[in-house]
């Protein structure tokens, strides 16, 4: 494929709450094969938990974690769409479905997945460089944050990190919102998997900024938990995603 076969791709029109309908179809997913889903959140939530402990009193370290955490997820998620895939089609669902994704050690998988965390290190750092050289106080915790950034009212700069971590964070979404589940459905290139990413960002910027505020506040919800959401959220965002993706990007043939 190229970037004329992409420009070529059928990518439906959506309505602006048609997310709602893949949370939807992620809850029956869940209810097919509960075992996985929720076996993917408890490994997302544990592994959180882990990285909190190593880093609860080094804030940087803590934000590189998580940043590098929620933007590698979309790949452990592969399961998942497998999952959903194989449930599309009538088949049977289960751990196998899972391993056979697994074993695969796809190197377009691989290699999405170095490169989105290789983004959450480009943000960890600018963010960084921000605080340290705008905050009134050194930020060495997270509670030094909380005070000296977050509910500083004599300053912007929590407002200015938040606008920068969404300038950032838009285009590796639309880089990556359909895109991986694309690479496990289909024989392409990263390249034209990003590609055909865009375009269905850029052909339903509603519906698709509807979607992307609702994995965030998932998502903050399951980590404001103390990652215990996480075993709901991944799953239900997970499967969520391979519905997205399959309204947007037809199924070939």
Do not use: K
């Not at 980590?223 to 965002?237: D, E, T």
């Amino acid at each position: 494929m190229n970037a004329h076969a992409v420009a070529a791709l059928p990518v439906r029109t959506l309505r602006p709450l048609q997310p709602m309908v893949w949370l939807e179809r992620a809850c029956h997913d869940i209810r097919m094969a509960p075992q996985v889903g929720f076996g993917h959140g408890a490994l997302m939530a544990l592994f959180g938990m882990l990285l909190m402990l190593l880093a609860r009193d080094r804030f940087w370290l803590l934000a590189g974690s998580m940043s590098g955490f929620l933007l590698v997820a979309p790949i452990l998620a592969t399961g998942l769409y497998a999952v959903s895939r194989a449930l599309e089609r009538g088949e049977t669902a289960g751990w196998s479905t899972v391993f056979t994704i697994w074993r695969s050690l796809d190197r377009r998988l691989v290699g999405f997945g170095l490169l989105l965390a290789a983004a959450g290190t480009g943000w960890v750092m600018t963010s960084a460089a921000l605080i340290t050289l705008m905050a009134p106080q050194p930020v060495q915790t997270p509670a030094d944050f909380l005070t000296h950034v977050v509910l500083n009212r004599e300053s912007w700069l929590f407002e200015a990190w938040l606008a920068l971590g969404g300038l950032l964070a838009a285009p590796v979404f639309a880089s990556s919102v359909t895109a991986i589940p694309m690479l496990v459905d289909r024989q392409i290139s990263v390249g034209d998997a990003v590609l055909a990413s865009w375009r269905t960002v850029l052909e339903n910027p509603v519906p698709m900024g509807v979607w992307a505020v609702l994995v965030m506040g998932f998502t903050l919800l399951g980590m404001g938990s103390l990652m215990l959401g996480l075993v709901f959220v991944m799953p239900m965002l997970g499967h969520a995603s391979w519905h997205a993706y399959r309204d947007l990007l037809p199924a070939e043939g």
